[in-house]
T-cell receptor
Framework: NAGVMQNPRHLVRRRGQEARLRCSPM?????VYWYRQLPEEGLKFMVY????????ESGMPKERFSAEFPKEGPSILRIQQVVRGDSAAYFC?????????????FGPGTRLTVT | QQQVKQSPQSLIVQKGGISIINCAYE??????FPWYQQFPGKGPALLIA?????SEKKEGRFTISFNKSAKQFSLHIMDSQPGDSATYFC???????????FGKGTTLSVSS
């Protein structure tokens, strides 16, 4: 039973470029969350999605950031015109939505470096 | 009110000792309190979680103690081992399907 998968694991972008981070939830999970972790900090919630719907984006910066979870395929976190302050580890988590809906399982993360 | 405060920031424990990490919250709507373990370069792994209807939950060497009136909960690691050296995060959420609010983490080092 594969866990949450994220790719790429490491991503280097120059300032002004776009970053696309992908997340495939655990099998049977229909809820996806994105979190950002800055060095020496805890994880900060960004967005919560179900298939084809954004449920809560209260933690998402208003500009340059967007997320989607299409009917088919992985969830995508997109960062346009990246700046150095976007350098962080981005984690995706998934939960089943039924049964044990509170439990969130995290992927290995994508470490974004903006040069 | 949405914060979860975690202490200590770092902890050094001798092998075989007890590691204790504490968290406090303000939002009385929180009803789910998990602990995550994170190794360098890895994602957080769900370790153990508790709901407010119980005061203690034990899984192997890991125990959560929960004090609803004080709005505090803690993680106890019994017989700490060098392999337990990692960063531990407490978290809280208010209902199923909502964001986890994380503490800032505790870096545990178990010396052999």
């Amino acid at each position: 039973n594969a866990g949450v998968m994220q790719n790429p694991r490491h991503l280097v972008r120059r300032r002004g470029q776009e970053a696309r981070l992908r997340c495939s939830p655990m099998k049977g999970h229909s809820h996806v969350y994105w979190y950002r972790q800055l060095p020496e900090e805890g994880l900060k919630f960004m967005v919560y999605l179900q298939k084809e719907n954004i449920i809560d984006e209260s933690g998402m910066p208003k500009e340059r950031f967007s997320a989607e979870f299409p009917k088919e395929g992985p969830s995508i976190l997109r960062i346009q015109q990246v700046v150095r302050g976007d350098s962080a580890a981005y984690f995706c988590a998934s939960s089943p939505g039924l049964g044990t809906p509170y439990e969130q399982y995290f992927g290995p993360g994508t470490r974004l470096t903006v040069t | 009110q949405q914060q979860v405060k975690q202490s200590p920031q770092s902890l050094i424990v001798q092998k075989g000792g007890i590691s204790i990490i504490n968290c406090a919250y303000e939002n009385t709507a929180f009803d789910y309190f998990p602990w995550y373990q994170q190794f360098p370069g890895k994602g957080p792994a769900l370790l153990i979680a508790i709901r407010p209807d119980v005061s203690e939950k034990k899984e192997g060497r890991f125990t959560i103690s929960f004090n609803k009136s004080a709005k505090q909960f803690s993680l106890h690691i019994m017989d700490s081992q060098p392999g337990d050296s990692a960063t531990y995060f407490c978290a809280a959420s208010s209902q199923a399907g909502t964001a986890l609010i994380f503490g800032k983490g505790t870096t545990l080092s178990v010396s052999s």
